[in-house]
């Protein structure tokens, strides 16, 4: 072809020192005008291509970007409803203020159908609406917001005025602060004889939660749930609130937001609730949620109506995914469907890769600092060796060692050869295997390899004593 080292940085767009530097590492010493054969351009290519196409991978599965506040628009803001969470200590009232919210706002501005659990639902109160998280407490609020999702705006902490401050309101008061969002306080149920709402209020002072009345900024409400008293009252607490927010968002960019919840339908496919936070969606759209993809094919409110857009803050189920994902997963709305099944693909093999690279691989290097990460009780090893005596002796010295409370945990314990079914084995338990005079089979030998599996030979028992101790507290000498 007559192309020379330039030619070729050109066409790369790169510089010609890191072309001359790529061929020394692939073995050709070349300078910047001496011609190349096509064999070695083709190579080149190639290794820039499935670099570029990496690249590319890497930059379509990254939909985060796009939840940046800095992209969006400030002057195409609007007001939008607050997104509330109900949490509290069991029985105090949740799910019945849930339920008494549903009976009697419910209003997507229609009238008719029977309001369904679809995990979220709009309020009204004169013409303002308020979106309510459905599912209470607050195991599923942090697990969505360690998936990525930080949706809610307001939590209402039920306390229960004939019960007072429990370990559960203690438990949802951290996970309101450690999630940035204000609380107001409904104290609940004081309908009933022997409630007692100002101890709660006195209760909460230690908490930081301190009402108006006592110069503190926390909204109490007095509630009682079941019979409806002053639930109209926290609703106009909770639009007060969420004024002083000033919830906007921009509903002219393609939609984005996050799973609510999700589940596979036997007729319908992969159903899935999802809070739009930006931008307007709507049927049609090509969709990438967490690492699944697809296209809106049908959206409906909590009334099971067909809705044709949803603005933010605005809660709706849709169908048309590849796959089923999680609660607390971003979706974003892309240019087409193919770049939509591109993110999706990318992500899930992002994902599986993560997976398998995470996968609880345990290693005699880096056995101190996942012991301290996983907090480990024991430390799982597989034993294998020439002979019975040496298993046993192995075994039985491996079993004394304790650190800090740790213990060895031998998982399995054999004479002979390390075998494919060792190494299942030692994935499947996070374990090390240590080989005594003995070593693997070559099938084991590239399993490990490949699921990064740590094996250890060994030839004086002392030696695996020692090396094993030393990795768990941290002294290990590295082998090069
Ligand atoms: P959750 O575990 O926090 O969801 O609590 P629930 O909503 O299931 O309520 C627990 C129990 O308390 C149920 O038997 C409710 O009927 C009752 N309850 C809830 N709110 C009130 C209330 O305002 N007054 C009275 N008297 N009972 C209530």
Redesign the pocket.
């Given at each position: 072809v007559g192309m020379n080292v330039q030619d070729l940085a050109k066409l790369l767009h790169r510089d010609a020192t890191e072309i001359i530097k790529k061929l020394f590492l692939l073995g050709v010493v070349t300078n910047q005008n001496q011609s190349l054969d096509e064999d070695t351009i083709e190579v080149l290519a190639a290794d820039y291509g499935i670099e570029a196409q990496q690249k590319a991978e890497e930059d379509v599965a990254d939909i985060d970007r796009f939840f940046d506040d800095e992209t969006i628009d400030e002057a195409a803001l609007v007001p939008r409803a607050p997104v509330v969470t109900i949490m509290?200590?069991?029985?105090?009232?949740?799910?019945?203020?849930l339920?008494y919210l549903r009976k009697t706002n419910v209003t997507a501005g229609e009238a008719g159908g029977i309001t369904q659990h679809i995990g979220a639902y709009q309020a009204r109160l004169n013409d303002k609406l308020i979106t309510f998280l459905d599912t209470?407490g607050h195991a599923a609020f942090t697990e969505m917001r360690a998936r990525g999702a930080n949706i809610t705006d307001i939590t209402i902490l039920?306390v229960?005025a004939d019960d007072g401050v429990q370990p559960q309101t203690i438990e949802a008061i951290d996970h309101a602060k450690a999630a940035g969002t204000p609380v107001i306080v409904a104290v609940?149920?004081?309908?009933?004889e022997g409630a007692n709402p100002e101890q709660v209020m006195n209760q909460l002072m230690a908490y930081d939660l301190v009402p108006e009345e006592y110069g503190g900024d926390t909204i109490f409400v007095k509630?009682?749930?079941?019979?409806g008293q002053n639930v109209d009252q926290l609703l106009e607490m909770i639009l007060l609130e969420a004024d002083v927010l000033e919830l906007k968002a921009d509903p002219t960019q393609p939609a984005r937001g996050s799973v609510i919840e999700a589940r596979l339908d036997k007729g319908r496919g992969p159903v899935s609730t999802v809070l739009v936070q930006q931008g307007t969606l709507r049927v049609g759209d090509p969709i990438v949620v967490g690492n699944t993809y697809g296209r809106v094919r049908t959206m409906t409110n909590e009334k099971g109506h067909d809705v044709e857009a949803a603005t933010p803050a605005t809660p709706v189920q849709i169908t048309g995914l590849n796959e089923v994902p999680l609660a607390g997963d971003r979706f974003l709305v892309m240019a087409d469907e193919k770049t939509a099944r591109a993110a999706g693909e990318a992500r899930a093999k992002r994902a599986r890769e993560e997976v398998r690279n995470a996968s609880s691989v345990v290693t005699l290097d880096t056995l101190f600092n996942t012991m301290a990460e996983k907090a480990m009780k024991t430390v799982p090893v597989i034993v294998k060796a020439d002979v019975q005596g040496s298993v046993e002796a192995l075994t039985g010295s491996l079993k004394k060692i304790e650190v800090d409370g740790v213990r060895v945990d031998v998982v399995h314990a054999a004479v002979g050869a390390i075998n494919e079914s060792d190494i299942s084995l030692a994935e499947a338990s996070s374990a090390i295997v240590l080989g005594f005079n003995v070593r693997p089979t070559p099938f084991a030998k590239s399993q490990a390899n490949n699921d990064k599996i740590d094996m250890r030979f060994y030839s004086v028992i002392y030696d695996a004593i020692d090396d094993v101790t030393a990795a768990m507290k941290g002294q290990l000498e590295p082998v090069y």
């Open positions: 509290g200590h069991v029985d105090h009232g949740k799910t019945t203020l339920d209470p039920v229960a609940n149920k004081i309908d009933k509630i009682s749930a079941k019979m």
